[in-house]
């Protein structure tokens, strides 16, 4: 009998498997996306871009304390009040360890999920099989898909973890970064048999910020987490600094940058620990005013009530301190000339900021 290569038989019904080639093209598709997938993930969690770092040397040995016990291999945690600069400056060491950032706020409602990530994706197959006359194959399969939180992806990538608000968790939240921080393994509530711990990549870092603990709001975080870091306590910046700082995010003249400083430290003082106004109120006040342009001693008053009420409380107590408050306006702008704007900006070291690549 001779062999023919072709026959004129049809051939009804859809072709079941793949071949060898198709089966290759598209194991080398799923390798490529899973690099892109990286390439995206590291463009939409990278830490938000800061518009100016301010560079003056108590800035410098806070920043250098924060990359000693980094380098020790002891993440820092960063406490002070709020508005204090300790988010900013977690943002900038983390930018100069020249790895990509994830980022994740702390709020009472987190939970190990929003850590480490979970299934958040369910998918259906059916396949309906009919090559043979009068015999149909039936085939369901459904597919849990994993995703990736900060944490994971931090450890997997070897990326450093800013976790803000780190006190605004509850402890029991935090449990899964002991091992983290100790055996450097990650463990993953995973199912299916899949891989359950990952370990830890050389270059992961984290680094955790707190408010001070007579904030509302805050949870003491346990003792045996506590003690695998280092409390970088960390007060409002010197009268020098927060003039820099100012004039950087305004670009006002430098006796308009020293009046506001003053006033709002005057403030400061005589507030209780949890309503004092901190250095973004300062910036606030400076940039009103230089959108406001030319203002008179009113405008400037108003200005400095209107960002200054929510520390001091409700409209019926601001009222009782607007005498207390022009008294220190008339007091702090006594050498300073109300209503000019000079836009120069003399002896300030900016550090400008860009996204990772």
Same mark, same amino acid.
């Given at each position: 009998m001779k062999?023919?290569?072709?026959?004129?038989?049809?051939?009804?019904?859809?072709?079941?498997?793949?071949? %060898?080639?198709?089966?290759?093209?598209?194991?080398?598709?799923?390798? /490529?996306?899973?690099?892109?997938?990286?390439?995206?993930?590291? +463009?939409? !969690?990278? @830490?938000? +871009?800061?518009e100016s770092f301010i560079e003056t040397e108590q800035v410098r040995k806070l920043k250098a304390k924060v990359k000693l016990w980094i380098?020790?291999?002891?993440?820092?945690?960063?406490?002070?009040?709020?508005g204090c600069g300790k988010t900013t400056l977690a943002m900038q060491v983390a930018k100069e360890l020249g790895r990509p950032t994830v980022w994740i706020n702390g709020d009472d409602q987190m939970t190990t999920t929003?850590?480490?990530?979970?299934?958040?994706?369910?998918?259906?197959?059916?396949?309906?099989?009919? *090559?043979?006359?009068?015999?149909?194959?039936t085939k369901d399969k459904t597919k849990y898909r994993w995703v990736d939180n900060p944490l994971t992806l931090a450890c997997k990538y070897g990326?450093?973890?800013?976790?803000?608000?780190?006190? /605004?968790?509850k402890p029991e939240a935090n449990n899964v970064l002991l091992s983290v921080l100790e055996e450097h393994i990650l463990e993953l509530p995973t199912m299916f048999g899949e891989e359950r711990y990952i370990k830890v990549h050389p270059d992961f870092n984290v680094i955790f910020t707190s408010n001070s603990i007579e904030y509302a709001g805050?949870?003491?975080?346990?003792?045996? #987490?506590?003690?695998?870091?280092? %409390?970088?306590?960390?007060?409002? *910046?010197?009268?020098?600094?927060?003039?820099k700082i100012v004039q950087a995010h305004a670009r006002i003249?430098?006796?308009? %940058?020293?009046?506001?400083?003053?006033? @709002?430290r005057t403030i400061r003082e005589k507030l209780p620990e949890s309503n004092k106004?901190?250095? /973004? %109120?300062?910036?606030?006040?400076?940039?009103?005013?230089?959108?406001?342009? &030319? *203002?008179? &001693?009113?405008? !400037?008053?108003?200005?400095?009530?209107d960002v200054l009420a929510t520390k001091i409380?409700?409209?019926?107590?601001? #009222?009782?301190?607007?005498?207390?408050?022009? /008294?220190?306006?008339?007091?702090?702008?006594?050498? +300073?000339?109300?209503?000019?704007? &000079?836009? +120069?900006?003399?002896?300030v070291n900016i550090c400008k900021t860009s996204t990772l690549p």
């Open positions: 062999y023919a290569p072709t026959h004129n038989r049809v051939v009804r019904g859809k072709r079941v498997h793949e071949t %060898a080639k198709e089966r290759h093209s598209k194991l080398a598709l799923e390798i /490529r996306g899973s690099e892109l997938s990286i390439d995206h993930i590291e +463009t939409e !969690f990278l @830490v938000p +871009t800061i380098k020790a291999g002891y993440p820092p945690h960063i406490i002070g009040p709020t929003n850590l480490v990530g979970g299934y958040s994706e369910m998918e259906s197959e059916s396949l309906r099989d009919k *090559y043979i006359h009068n015999v149909w194959l990326y450093t973890l800013m976790y803000n608000e780190f006190s /605004r968790s805050i949870y003491k975080p346990q003792d045996a #987490l506590l003690d695998r870091m280092v %409390a970088i306590y960390m007060d409002y *910046y010197n009268f020098d600094t927060e003039v003249s430098l006796p308009e %940058a020293k009046k506001i400083v003053k006033v @709002v106004p901190g250095t /973004r %109120a300062e910036i606030m006040i400076s940039q009103g005013l230089k959108t406001l342009g &030319n *203002y008179s &001693n009113e405008d !400037f008053e108003q200005i400095c009530l409380g409700s409209q019926r107590e601001t #009222l009782k301190k607007n005498e207390d408050i022009k /008294r220190m306006l008339n007091k702090a702008c006594e050498d +300073t000339q109300i209503g000019k704007n &000079n836009v +120069t900006i003399p002896d």
